[in-house]
């Protein structure tokens, strides 16, 4: 190996996703863990992993069944204060080789209640790799909990080996996280957002623009202070999903809840942003009148590239967008987008195709191939998006642009730019 592996966006979209190189597909390689990919590819390490979502709900506590390999990056959730959260049943050789420890997790409950000076709302049981090579069935360990202790238990999945498949990890802890949601009278003018695990960033357009159209009330999960608040998800009269990993939860709360739901994706083109208001004022039989924002935002773009020209721009991963989208929009824009870190998939294939009609030559490498330790940065990159491009370009202005409060439509871009702004003028994030 001499050189990072990349393929431009041209020979992708030439080749089809049926053709991926076997670089690009993890699956088919040893998995490099560089720093720029610590932050996502280890479940407890950065941002919102299967053991912190599955604490979102207040109130509650997790038992993480594991062996300590799979436990001990756990520790690094400590400095956000998840200390007196977590409690563990460690897995020996032979309770994994037998199995024997399923009859132990609800004796480990009792036992960690015991160590509380309060009952919590939910005791989420964390379980790995071995429980999904096992084949244990957690919902029944869960009614097992119940039935020892009167506290009700519901499953977090950290199960990696399924990452890849339908229904991932981060999917099945959203599906679990709302699952303790009991029907209820729905309110005609409450709204829930799902999606995220913490709330939109608080100068969201979609809250002013909702409010205009008759819904008084909004629900996020990341806004949920006491499980009272939690419970009032389940009056809401419909759902709307902004990460297509919710879906299962949604799909499941219109099943048990009856609460219908819309599906809107996280996108930074303006005519698309402006596409799915329209779509979704049609759903709700209104028009949403989102043009204030439509022709600020413009603006904001065309002040930036007036100031700045056609700055040449690495794209990373690990960030609150699709890789391949952000970049299409940027190069829609006027930007040139030299560099993108990031997995393709055939839900953002779609992109890449599109993306190689008006920048074929932007190379896509994968974080995860090992030749990634051989990269070596492009000298004509004048700024980077995304932690881990941020990771391969140290010494270039750029932000990381992964917040807890998640930026979304019109004012995800303004956020976008003011970052860029800011970092251009040696002004930006502190980068870690």
């Known amino acids: 190996m001499n050189e990072a592996f990349y393929i431009t966006a041209g020979e992708l979209a030439e080749r089809g996703f049926e053709y991926l190189p076997a670089e690009l597909d993890s699956s088919k390689h040893m998995i490099y863990s560089s720093p720029a990919t610590l932050d996502f590819n280890s479940p407890g390490a950065k941002g919102f992993g299967v053991k912190r979502a599955g604490l979102v709900i207040p109130g509650s506590v997790m038992l993480l069944i594991a062996p300590g390999c799979c436990g001990r990056n756990t520790a690094l959730l400590s400095n956000l204060g998840y200390d007196e959260r977590f409690f563990y049943l460690m897995l020996d050789d032979t309770d994994i080789v037998t199995g024997r420890y399923v009859s132990k997790i609800p004796q480990a409950c009792e036992e960690l209640l015991a160590e509380l000076d309060y009952t919590p709302s939910v005791i989420m049981l964390c379980c790995t790799c071995v429980d999904a090579l096992l084949g244990t069935d957690m919902e029944r360990v869960c009614r097992a909990c119940f ?51 913490s709330s939109l960033e608080d100068n969201n357009e979609i809250y002013p623009i909702l409010k205009a159209a008759g819904i008084k009330k909004i629900h996020e999960i990341g806004r949920c202070k006491t499980f009272e608040d939690y419970k009032q998800l389940s009056r809401a009269n419909f759902s709307i999903v902004l990460n297509s990993e919710a879906r299962a939860a949604a799909q499941d709360m219109e099943e048990r809840l009856g609460i219908p739901f819309i599906e809107l994706t996280r996108m930074y083109r303006l005519d698309k942003i402006h596409n799915q208001y329209r779509l979704m004022g049609d759903a709700l039989g209104t028009r949403l009148d989102d043009s204030e924002y439509l022709e600020k935002t413009k603006a904001l773009v065309e002040d930036f590239r007036a100031r700045h020209g056609e700055l040449s721009l690495a794209v990373g991963e690990s960030l609150d967008a699709d890789s391949f989208e952000l970049s299409l929009a940027l190069c829609e824009y006027g930007f040139k987008v030299r560099d993108i870190f990031g997995t393709v998939g055939e839900r953002n294939f779609v992109f890449i195709k599109k ?29 980077v998006i995304g932690a881990d491009a941020c990771y391969y370009y140290k010494n270039i202005p750029g932000i990381e642009f992964n917040s807890e409060a998640q930026p979304f439509g019109y004012r995800g871009v303004e956020l976008l730019f003011a970052g860029l702004d800011k970092a251009l003028a040696g002004e930006g994030e502190q980068r870690s």
């Open 355 to 383: 993306l190689a009609a008006v920048s074929p030559e932007t190379r896509i490498y994968s974080n995860l191939s090992p030749t990634m330790m051989n990269f070596t940065p492009d000298p004509e990159i004048d700024a």
């Open 147 to 197: 039935e020892k202790t009167g506290v009700r238990a519901a499953p977090a999945y950290m199960y990696a080996l399924t990452r890849e498949k339908r229904l991932p990890p981060m999917g099945l802890v959203r599906k679990s996280i709302y699952s303790l949601l009991e029907p209820q009278k729905r309110v005609s003018n409450e709204c829930n957002i799902l999606g995220f695990f």
